[in-house]
């Protein structure tokens, strides 16, 4: 088991950046695969991208491809979400997500809530125009 837990949100200017940490306790990072993903008020959680356990491959949601990035380093237990370029419509909560996703190998099965097990309470980020 993990607990994943998140750090890093804050507020930030139009056009500004932001680094979103994912420290996990427990089982090490190594065994899961990671995503982030993010609520808006009154709506469903959605997904913004996921890496794959070796850090080999990643996937990001359309509107955030080009400005966000996905990294991991499974010595440290780490992942982190690096936000450039931000814009007020990414203003949410930031999740991470820890899974197995054994035989996953596409951004169909990678972008998918339910494929995670092990989720974070939220981090938010507000995007001022």
């Known amino acids: 088991q993990v607990q994943p837990v998140e750090s890093g949100g804050g507020t930030v200017q139009a056009g500004g950046s932001l680094k979103l940490s994912c420290a996990a306790s427990?089982?090490?990072?190594?065994?899961?695969?990671m995503g982030w993903f993010r609520q808006f008020p009154g709506e469903e959680r959605e997904f913004v991208g996921a890496?794959?356990?070796?850090?080999?491959?990643?996937f990001y949601e359309e509107s955030v491809k080009g400005r966000f990035t996905i990294s991991r380093d499974n010595a440290k237990n780490m992942v982190w979400l690096q936000m450039n370029s931000l814009k007020p419509e990414d203003t949410a909560v930031y999740s991470c997500?820890?899974?197995?996703?054994?035989?996953?190998?596409?951004?169909?099965?990678?972008?998918?809530?339910?494929?995670?097990?092990?989720w974070g309470q939220g981090t938010q980020v507000t995007v001022s125009s």
């Open positions: 997500a820890a899974g197995s996703l054994n035989y996953c190998l596409t951004y169909a099965c990678y972008a998918r809530s339910s494929a995670y097990d092990y």
């Open positions: 427990g089982r090490t990072l190594s065994s899961y695969a």
């Open positions: 890496i794959s356990r070796s850090g080999g491959n990643a």
